[in-house]
T-cell receptor
């Protein structure tokens, strides 16, 4: 069964500081991992996917199979990065695929 | 040109009432979902439909009944509303419901049960 842990419920940094949002997973099979972001009172939206290996809004996330982690990083946080971040693991495919979102991490970037 | 839309945006009602939330997507996706986000921002899947067929039904009280008249619509009807039903309900869709697909979310419906 897929399980994800975001150990930090709240994370507060100052503008310009590096930020890392942690995501650890336990998974059977090949993981499909994502980061979704929810800005204040807005809809959830995809931030990035591990298979894309891209940088969005300065954020990157590398899948570390040894540590079973998919931490989200940004070298210099901006105030507009303040949001809820979720790291749901995907299922193993098939018609019963589902994303399990959980509690997320609330990031606050202070001026 | 909103991809996934929900109505109403806000819903305030009394305990015991019955209410419905509607969701529509114009992305041509086959799969749609309902999620519940509680006051602590815990986001949990409730249902998913693929081509009007119920695929996922998490442990949700049977007071909640999803209905999919066609693959572009997934409505949520809630009977006998309780205080604990107060939450934000998000609808989402994805192309085929498979692993690795991006889900596209609606703006959410804030339900407050008094």
């Amino acid at each position: 069964a897929q399980r994800v842990t975001q150990p930090e419920k709240l994370l507060s940094v100052f503008k310009g500081a590096p930020v890392e949002l942690k995501c650890n997973y336990s998974y059977s099979g090949s993981p499909e991992l994502f980061w979704y972001v929810q800005y204040s009172r807005q809809r959830l939206q995809l931030l990035l996917r591990h298979i894309s290996r891209e940088s969005i809004k300065g954020f990157t996330a590398d899948l570390n199979k040894g540590e079973t982690s998919f931490h989200l990083k940004k070298p210099f946080a901006q105030e507009e990065d303040s949001a809820m971040y979720y790291c749901p693991p995907g299922g193993s495919g098939g018609s019963n695929y589902k994303l399990t979102f959980g509690k997320g991490t609330l990031l606050t970037v202070n001026p | 040109d909103t991809a996934v839309s929900q109505t109403p945006k806000y819903l305030v009602t009394q305990m015991g009432n019955d209410k419905s939330i509607k969701c529509e997507q114009n992305l041509g996706h086959d799969t749609m979902y309902w999620y519940k986000q509680d006051s602590k921002k815990f986001l949990k899947i409730m249902f998913s439909y693929n081509n009007k067929e119920l695929i996922i039904n998490e442990t949700v009280p049977n007071r909640f009944s999803p209905k999919s008249p066609d693959k572009a619509h997934l409505n949520l009807h809630i009977n006998s509303l309780e205080l604990g039903d107060s939450a934000v309900y998000f609808c989402a869709s994805s192309p085929g419901g498979g692993a690795g697909e991006t889900q596209y979310f609606g703006p959410g419906t804030r339900l407050l049960v008094l």
